[in-house]
């Protein structure tokens, strides 16, 4: 099992900064993948960034350029910076981390709330 506890949310105005940390505990050595998902009232839930266990990263478009997705692993953390926010960022924001191969499996943390006012 692995536990995700997500930490870092608000509110904020418009081109305002944000950073969200994610706190990783349990089986970490069986996750190949950790990432920021969202989801806004009424709409699906979405990725917005992910990492895998090497250096590269990928961003939805909607957030390229904004915002930075990092992970310290000797302490299981990742971070999500979020620089210029909008209020179409509104949303509570999970933590992700996923198991590919044989025995796939996602974790979710408990969501932290996101605000952007106008």
């Known amino acids: 099992q692995v536990q995700l506890v997500e930490s870092g949310g608000g509110l904020v105005q418009a081109g305002g900064s944000l950073r969200l940390s994610c706190a990783a505990s349990?089986?970490?050595?069986?996750?190949?993948?950790m990432g920021w998902y969202r989801q806004a009232p009424g709409k699906e839930r979405e990725l917005v960034a992910h990492?895998?266990?090497?250096?590269?990263?990928a961003y939805a478009d909607s957030v390229k350029g904004r915002f930075t997705i990092s992970r310290d692993s000797p302490k299981n953390m990742v971070y999500l910076q979020m620089n210029n926010l909008k209020p179409e960022d509104t949303a509570v924001y999970y933590c992700n981390a996923k198991r590919v191969g044989t025995w796939p499996r996602d974790y979710w943390g408990q969501g932290t709330q996101v605000t952007v006012s106008s």
């Open positions: 990492i895998p266990s090497g250096d590269s990263t």
């Open positions: 349990g089986s970490i050595f069986s996750i190949n993948v």
